[in-house]
């Protein structure tokens, strides 16, 4: 009786511990709230002094389990080197997997590194290929500002957290929130199954024939750096802000 209460008590358990304080479980007082609303606007404060002279970026998303022995590691590994060559900043979350791999080819390459990480009570961590790091407490934060410092994103193979990058960046290119910045989706094999399922949306009409094109599904490195160059080369010339520091910002 003892050891099915142990495997009833172990089933019960989380996956996935829960965070101290839970923002949507409202409504909350109205003190509570402009505290809440203050801790927001300080944290995206941090973020975009932390972030102003990182430059132009390209922005990976991917899996922090792969580990440096898997090729998709070795795969970002190689495209953040190609970023640093193209005088871009490589952004990624900033932890393990794919995002020290992105961080690390770039690192090595002698071109800028950053890490926009958020606090999790598993797994997420800083990697030590970084020239610069931000912490976040919010993901959505952390997520917004990802996006707002690129000019091109790269969805590695990832879960959960990288279905929300890729799906959030998406949705706002189509819907002209933000400029039609490249997408690259690496991992022809990884990816199948979605992008199936990406056409089957165009053919029931929940998605437009031609927003199939807003993403370019590949293998080949040299096909999404040359995807990546085309546009920016056509449509922008790179030059780095002269650097005023002022009111938090750091260099």
Known sequence: MKEKEKIARKIAEPIIPAKEHVYLEGPKSRGYEFIFLFKVAWEFLKGMRNLHFVGPCVTVFGSARFKEDHDYYKKAVEFGARIAGTGFTTMTGGGPGIMEAANRGAFEAGGQSV??????????????????????????????????????????????????????TLTLIQTKTIAQFPIVIFGKEFYADLMVAIEDMAEKGTISPEDLDLVLLTDDIDEAMDHISKYITTNYKIKRRRRIPWFFEKK
């Open 115 to 168: 890490g926009c990480n958020i606090k999790l009570p598993f797994e997420q961590h800083y990697n030590r290929y970084l020239t610069k790091a931000v912490t976040f407490d919010h993901f959505f934060i952390r997520k917004t500002l990802l996006i707002k410092y690129s000019y091109a994103f790269i969805i590695m193979p990832g879960g959960f957290g990288t279905m929300d990058e890729f799906f959030e």
